[in-house]
């Protein structure tokens, strides 16, 4: 089931009455066309684009005993446009006109998901630039690692969106075509240059070689590529999870006044919209495999994918519609606590340099394996005993003797490991200061540039 969120936009673009009222459009562009070309009287033609309607509710009538709703949808409008209606649907089989009108459907709501996509992108941005210099602990397999930046972090997300703007403009593009080339594409009635013609008017382009329909691979891609989409939110969504764990505290999800977490326990703040967007994405990629089921169809044509495509493309358009929209807003309401992060960065006593300790031990003539057991020594005991693992390594005199002090100090130095934050936003975005970040440059953060 589809959110109580839906934008009324994308909901417009599934109704019924927006369905039929594109089906229309596609017949009336295709008569006319043909009445150019001289096989449609030119006042049918006229007659067709000034008449033609239809009621929702009689085309469901008729659909209810002819059990087709191409047929259902003809006749109701032929019912309205009367004698000129005989050449209303000339030429075309019904998947000319439902399968062209769907792309058009698919463009209209591309055109919200491409709208959404550069919203996310942009408060991605502007976060990133608000904490590139806010150090945190980075953590691989949920253990602490070494030193990055909370901006670092947003940033890394930023660029994955960058990549899914361009998968999905590439993926809708690959999807804006049309078809009339009949009943098993091989242009019996009309021909290549009258589709191309057509499709054309409809801002279309035209299927290069199609069946009875256009090829599902093209709807494969695009609902795999709503999967990726929904897969980097579910990943943001799980990210801030973590972090909003009881133990961590790092951000967490904006919490109101007047919201509750849970009915027994008062003091609970879930982060219910990141696990709302980690259930939703799920579904996303469901529909993408059902997608890639619909590619193989028995000959020139089955019905098999029909039925999946009229539940897979308007829930997971409107679906990554929804779920962009709530991360959008979640990243711009997140609550970050710096403070916090940098008690959980030295919460280990500056274990997390020992990486850098072994590469100086091994610029100073110790051999590798050598240097990694001194350290490691060092690192399972102040893990283990809770001690400061810089101090330990001070007062080992076979590191001291091979390692300067000052240099061993360095080591140490967040400054040291952070030095290239810089050069890592301009790759990621060309050089740019954030607008945010230009027009208030003292939200930048202090924080200690020394662990203590």
């Known amino acids: 089931m589809i959110p109580r969120y839906t934008r009324p936009e994308m909901g417009r673009i599934w109704s019924d009455e927006n369905r039929f009222r594109t089906w229309l459009a596609v017949e009336v562009a295709a008569t006319e066309t043909l009445a150019e070309a001289g096989m449609v009287p030119k006042e049918a033609a006229r007659a067709i684009r000034e008449r033609s309607d239809f009621s929702v509710q009689r085309i469901h009538e008729i659909e209810a005993e002819v059990r087709h709703d191409v047929i259902a949808f003809t006749t109701a409008v032929a019912e309205i446009v009367g004698p000129h209606a005989r050449w209303f649907h000339y030429g075309l089989t019904s998947n000319d006109v439902v399968d062209t009108a769907q792309a058009l459907l698919i463009k209209q709501a591309s ?4 709208q959404d996509l550069d919203r996310l992108a942009e408060v991605l941005e502007r976060r990133a630039w608000e904490f590139k210099d806010t150090p945190m602990v980075g953590r691989t397999h949920g253990i602490h690692a070494e030193p ?21 403009k590439s993926a809708a593009e690959d999807l804006r075509v049309g078809k009339f080339s009949g009943a098993v594409g091989i242009f019996a009635h009309l021909t290549p240059e009258i589709e191309e013609k057509i499709c054309a008017r409809l801002g279309l382009k035209a299927a290069a070689i199609s069946s009875q329909v256009i090829q599902r691979d093209r709807h494969a891609h695009y609902l795999a590529t709503l999967a990726v989409i929904a897969s980097t939110l579910d990943k943001i969504a799980t990210e801030i999870r973590h972090l909003q764990r009881t133990e961590v505290r790092e951000a967490e999800e904006f919490f109101s006044e007047k919201q509750k977490g849970s009915s027994a326990m008062p003091h609970k703040r879930n982060p219910i ?21 619909n ?19 308007p829930d997971s358009t409107t679906l990554i519609d929804y779920l962009l929209n709530k991360t959008t807003n979640l990243i711009e309401t997140m609550l970050v606590y710096p403070d916090r992060m940098l008690v959980n960065l030295e919460s280990t006593r500056g274990l997390i340099f020992s990486g850098q300790l072994l590469l100086d031990l091994v610029e100073h003539g110790v051999s590798r394996e050598e240097a990694y057991r001194a350290v490691q020594s060092h690192a399972m005991r102040a893990w283990k005993e809770g001690l400061d693992f810089k101090r330990l390594v001070l007062a080992d005199k076979k590191i001291t003797s091979k390692v300067p002090r000052k240099q061993i100090e360095y080591a140490f130095e967040l400054s ?7 050069k890592i936003f301009a790759r990621v975005f060309g050089g740019k200061v954030s607008k945010s970040r230009r027009a208030n440059p ?9 662990i203590r």
Request: proline share 0%; glycine share 4%; hydrophobic share 45%.
């Open 416 to 422: 040291r490991q952070l030095k290239n934050v810089n």
């Open 442 to 450: 003292a939200a930048r953060l202090k924080t200690s540039n020394r």
């Open 295 to 313: 590619v193989a169809l028995w000959h020139e044509r089955d019905i098999s994918h029909s039925s999946a495509e009229r539940v897979i493309l």
């Open 148 to 168: 990055i930046t909370f901006g670092f972090k947003l940033a890394n997300w930023y660029s994955e969106m960058q990549r899914n703007i361009a998968r999905f």
């Open 273 to 293: 919209t990141s696990e709302q967007i980690s259930g939703l994405a799920r579904v996303v990629r469901g529909n993408a495999l059902a997608g890639l089921e």
């Open 111 to 114: 055109a919200l998901i491409a």
